[in-house]
């Protein structure tokens, strides 16, 4: 492979994706020169660093992390970048292994690991990104020979020689003997945390799951962690009934979960704990047990089972990491012999430093030089001479990488930068706006206005997994996919699972787009809308002075469920009629997830408060307003997300709309405009001029009012944030009760007066998985705090 060359690779931060990044590392790592053995030590330092990204850089939120190898001229250099909190890499300090062999610590032994194995490590924090660079130097050709001369008897320096390296090997040998089993425990003790973190992470991602009761993502999580960890035999995920939920065996999913002899149920305060247990059979198993637990409530266990056999293919490897070593060492200590019975000269080395010097000189190459010699004078000068060529390449390979960067930075701003639209739509009776601020140089939100019909707009918000040129290349075919498909279309859900069969077979494997479409009839002042996995939208209605979460239900675009039908199984669309003063407010995450320097959240409490105090502002107030409020809460700090948002708000009627149209015609017409021109301008009929003027001399202005019935109201399926909060103060104080009693309920002054029919409260205790009597039994025993979130 040529100088120069880079090979990348960017995969969402989950366990899954390390197998797919050993084998990009030992592919082109061998592609660009390293041997076998630098190959090994590369493959583990990458993934003792990705691991780490995974278990820490995110903190429970979806990520990324990029690996880029690049062939220099005399190294291979390795790039691991995320998008996740920073880290203080020189904070860690070489361990104690025989401390840590003791006392299993968690943490500081993958780090040591990778300074042990790579040449050069540095770490850097840059716009918002940690990037950890290794460079692994090449094996020359010859670089293990020696200068030859004559061959003589043997003098008294070459038999000091020869006993020196004998008895050298021999202790080595003895040394290495007694360590390898300090070895085999050290990483034994890894092998137990590694797979202790992959169940905590399992655990983790199990709770939302479980609390969504979504059996399916269960039984693929359990599948993907089985396919990506080897030596695991089960996975088994139950709920808090000792039910199975999840197996890797699926034919034992949903059976009682038979607790082996000698693993114990954990209580909700413990960690992960490794249990010990002979099958029938007379098979031993390790046994990682974790708590899935949520507000201190125990909702399940996960059980990952590693055979002990599989523990005893770590001693396998040590015991012929010995041999080899051995056979390695022998021909290393006959090495030494040639060494020092033919010695070297002292002008070849010299003659060496001179070409090198001359040839950076002239070429302007920064390379290091390798000296065969055993004079420590010479060696001395050659290790000044490449500690000079080390900050050069360094200095070199950091302006090159930043220019480089610099240049796809641009490149993707201004992708993303076209992407989005250059105004707002002005639509007549309606207060559009609008904003967008990314968290980075180049986000993952996006937001588009574009026309359905001559009555109808469609308005979407969405946000892509991943930062950069990636995101931004899925922005554009999500946009163009959106005004394709859109066009004439006025079922909202239709056009989603159109965008996501389009654009299924060019989204990466683990991207996703998350997305809110809504389909604004100008005419009727109707909403069709439909959610893919994004955020509810937020609607207040003026004349109920009432906030509702809108949320159809809907999975994000981009996943591949293995059915293209069961995206459109899964998403909805749902409609409502705007009365004048209505607010509609779509967002993406960004805003409720902004932070402060104490690391709270902006939260859905403070949007909601938000809303009801300035909805009487225009939207471009609001828009201003907002933008304000989160930035006094953040002060500054900053932030890892993008924060998008659209506001839509009806300011008229049809009726009142109408009306000022043909009080503006008569104006016209005051004004001596031609009748033709006035008719043009408002977009008034002559035969209705005709019938209106003479409706207007008999009875003035006040018989230019529409006539005519009030449109029928569509009646939300949703209820509204207060009804919410009302619905689960009485399940908490009455669990026993049913839907009917609920709505009686509501009703009552006690808990708002709310009129609310009882399919509302059905749909709602169904959403907050409360629609059984046992589910409500178990809520109320979990005591809540009053006015907690359920959506």
């Given at each position: 492979?040529?100088t120069?060359?880079t090979?990348?690779i960017?995969?969402?931060?989950?366990s899954?994706?390390l197998?797919?990044?050993?084998d990009?590392?030992v592919?082109y790592?061998?592609?660009?020169?390293?041997v076998?053995?630098?190959?090994?030590e590369?493959k583990?330092?990458v993934?003792e660093?990705?691991?780490?990204i995974?278990r820490?850089?995110?903190t429970?939120?979806?990520?990324?992390?990029?690996?880029e190898l690049k062939?220099l001229e005399?190294?291979?250099?390795i790039?691991?970048?995320?998008e996740?909190?920073?880290?203080?890499w020189?904070?860690v300090?070489e361990p104690d292994?025989?401390?840590?062999?003791?006392t299993?610590?968690?943490?500081?032994?993958g780090i040591?690991l990778?300074?042990k194995?790579?040449?050069?490590?540095?770490?850097?924090r840059?716009?918002?990104k940690n990037?950890?660079?290794?460079?692994?130097?090449?094996?020359?050709?010859?670089e293990?020979?020696?200068?030859r001369?004559?061959?003589g008897?043997?003098?008294?320096?070459?038999?000091f020689?020869?006993y020196?390296?004998?008895?050298?090997?021999v202790?080595?040998?003895?040394?290495?003997n007694i360590?390898?089993r300090?070895q085999?425990?050290?990483?034994?003790?890894?092998?137990?945390?590694r797979y202790?973190a992959?169940?905590?992470q399992?655990a983790?991602?199990?709770i939302d799951?479980?609390l969504?009761?979504?059996?399916l993502?269960?039984?693929n999580l359990?599948?993907s962690?089985k396919k990506?960890e080897?030596p695991l035999?089960y996975?088994i995920?139950?709920?808090?009934?000792e039910?199975i939920l999840a197996h890797?065996?699926?034919?034992?999913?949903?059976?009682r979960y038979?607790r082996?002899?000698?693993?114990?149920?954990?209580?909700?305060?413990e960690e992960v704990t490794v249990?010990?247990y002979?099958?029938?059979?007379?098979?031993e198993?390790?046994?990682?047990?974790a708590?899935?637990?949520y507000n201190k409530?125990?909702?399940g266990?996960?059980h990952?089972?590693?055979?002990e056999?599989?523990?005893?293919?770590?001693n396998?490897?040590i015991t012929?990491?010995l041999?080899?070593a051995?056979?390695?060492l022998?021909f290393w200590?006959t090495?030494i012999i040639?060494v020092?019975?033919?010695g070297?000269?002292?002008i070849s080395?010299?003659?060496?430093l001179a070409e090198?010097?001359?040839?950076?000189?002239l070429?302007?190459q920064?390379?290091?030089l390798?000296?065969?010699t055993?004079?420590?004078?010479?060696?001395?000068?050659?290790?000044?001479?490449?500690?000079i060529?080390?900050?050069?390449?360094a200095?070199q390979?950091?302006?090159?990488?930043?220019?480089r960067?610099r240049?796809?930075?641009?490149?993707a701003?201004?992708?993303?930068?076209?992407?989005?639209?250059k105004s707002?739509?002005?639509?007549?009776g309606?207060?559009?706006d609008?904003a967008?601020r990314a968290?980075?140089?180049v986000?993952g939100d996006y937001?588009?206005?574009?026309e359905?019909?001559?009555?109808?707009?469609?308005?979407?918000?969405?946000?892509?997994?991943g930062k950069?040129?990636?995101?931004?290349m899925?922005?554009?075919?999500?946009?163009?996919?959106m005004?394709?498909?859109?066009?004439g279309?006025?079922?909202a859900s239709?056009?989603?699972?159109k965008v996501?069969?389009?654009?299924?077979?060019?989204i990466?494997?683990?991207?996703y787009?998350t997305?809110f479409y809504?389909?604004?009839?100008s005419?009727?002042?109707?909403?069709s809308?439909?959610?893919?996995?994004?955020n509810?939208m937020i609607l207040?209605?003026?004349?109920?002075?009432?906030?509702s979460f809108?949320?159809p239900g809907?999975?994000?675009?981009?996943?591949d469920?293995?059915?293209?039908d069961e995206?459109?199984?899964?998403i909805t669309?749902?409609?409502l009629?705007?009365k004048k003063?209505?607010?509609?407010?779509?967002?993406t995450d960004g805003?409720?997830?902004?932070?402060?320097?104490k690391?709270?959240?902006?939260?859905?409490?403070?949007?909601?408060?938000?809303?009801?105090?300035?909805?009487?502002?225009?939207?471009?107030?609001?828009?201003?307003?907002?933008n304000?409020?989160?930035?006094a809460f953040t002060?500054?700090?900053p932030?890892?997300?993008?924060?998008?948002?659209?506001v839509v708000?009806l300011?008229?009627t049809p009726?009142e709309?109408?009306y000022?149209?043909?009080?503006?015609?008569f104006?016209?017409l005051?004004?001596?405009?031609?009748?033709?021109?006035?008719?043009e301008?408002?977009?008034?009929s002559e035969e209705?001029y005709?019938e209106l003027?003479?409706?207007?001399d008999?009875l003035?202005?006040e018989?230019l009012?529409p006539?005519?019935?009030?449109?029928?109201?569509?009646?939300?399926r949703?209820?509204?944030?207060e009804?919410?909060k009302?619905?689960?103060k009485i399940?908490?104080?009455n669990p026993?009760y049913?839907?009917?009693?609920?709505?009686?309920?509501?009703?009552?002054p006690?808990?708002?007066s709310h009129d609310?029919?009882?399919s509302v409260?059905?749909?709602?205790?169904?959403r907050?998985?409360?629609?059984?009597a046992e589910?409500?039994?178990?809520f109320a025993?979990?005591?809540?705090?009053?006015?907690?979130?359920y959506?």
């Open positions: 492979m040529k120069g060359k090979k990348k960017s995969v969402a931060a989950e899954k994706n197998l797919k990044v050993r990009f590392v592919k790592g061998k592609k660009m020169g390293l076998t053995r630098q190959v090994s590369v583990l330092a993934d660093a990705v691991s780490n995974i820490h850089a995110y429970g939120r979806p990520g990324s992390v990029q690996i062939k005399s190294a291979v250099e790039r691991i970048i995320d996740g909190i920073e880290f203080d020189n904070s300090l292994l025989y401390r840590y062999v003791e299993r610590r968690k943490g500081g032994l040591w990778i300074k194995l790579i040449d050069e490590v540095v770490y850097e840059a716009e918002s990037i950890l660079t290794m460079r692994v130097y090449l094996k020359l050709v010859g293990a020979e020696v200068l001369g004559e061959k008897g043997l003098s008294i320096r070459a038999r020689a020869l020196a390296v004998a008895l050298i090997t202790l080595i040998f003895v040394v290495y360590g390898t300090y085999i425990r050290t990483i034994r003790s890894k092998f137990i945390d202790t992959v169940t905590e399992v983790q991602t199990s799951l479980l969504q009761e979504d059996d993502a269960l039984a359990v599948s962690v990506s080897r035999e996975v995920i139950t709920d808090a009934d039910r890797t065996e699926v034919q034992r999913t949903f059976g038979q082996p002899r000698g693993v114990r149920s954990l209580s909700v305060n249990f010990t002979v099958a029938r059979g007379g098979k198993y390790n046994d990682f047990s708590v899935i637990g409530l125990k909702l266990e996960v990952l089972g590693i055979p056999e599989k523990f005893a293919e770590v396998d490897l012929q990491r041999r080899v051995f056979i390695a022998f200590s090495t040639g020092f019975v033919l070297s000269t002292f080395p010299i003659r060496k090198e010097i001359s040839s950076i000189s070429t302007g920064a390379r290091e390798r000296l065969a055993n004079n420590p004078e010479i060696s001395r000068i050659g290790e000044a001479f490449n500690e060529m080390r900050s050069l390449r200095t390979g950091q302006l090159t990488d930043q220019t960067l240049r796809e930075l641009q490149l701003q201004e992708i993303q930068n076209a992407l989005l639209p707002v739509p002005k639509l007549e309606f207060d559009i609008a967008y968290a980075l140089e986000g937001y588009d206005f574009f359905v019909d001559e009555d109808s707009i469609g308005i979407v918000v969405a946000d892509v997994s950069g040129i990636g995101s931004s899925v922005m554009t075919m999500i946009r163009t996919s005004r394709l498909e859109s066009r279309n006025k079922r239709d056009v989603v699972n996501n069969r389009t654009s299924m077979g060019d990466k494997k683990g991207m787009v997305m809504v389909i604004l009839d005419k009727k002042r109707q909403v809308y439909a959610s893919a996995g994004h509810p207040y209605r003026d004349g109920t002075k009432s906030v809108l949320n809907g999975i994000a675009v981009g996943i469920l293995g059915d293209p995206f459109k199984k899964l669309s749902e409609k009629r705007l003063g209505d607010l509609l407010f779509i967002y805003i409720t997830e902004a932070m402060n320097e690391r709270e959240q902006f939260g859905e409490q403070r949007l909601i408060d938000f809303i009801y105090k300035y909805h009487h502002l225009p939207s471009s107030e609001f828009k201003l307003k907002l304000d409020e989160i930035g002060k500054g700090y932030q890892n997300d993008d924060i998008t948002f659209v708000k300011e008229m009726a709309i109408e000022s149209k043909r009080l503006h015609l104006q016209l005051d004004e001596e405009v031609l009748l033709e021109t006035a008719l301008q408002t977009g008034i209705e005709i003027k003479a409706k207007r008999k003035g202005d018989a009012k006539e005519g019935a009030e449109e029928e109201e569509i009646l939300l949703h209820a509204t944030h009804q919410v009302e619905i689960a399940v908490r104080q026993d049913g839907v009917t009693r609920i709505a009686r309920l509501l009703g009552a006690e808990h708002g609310i029919k009882e409260v059905r749909r709602e205790l169904i907050m998985k409360l629609d059984t589910k409500r039994e178990a025993k979990r005591a809540l705090p009053t006015g907690a979130s959506k």
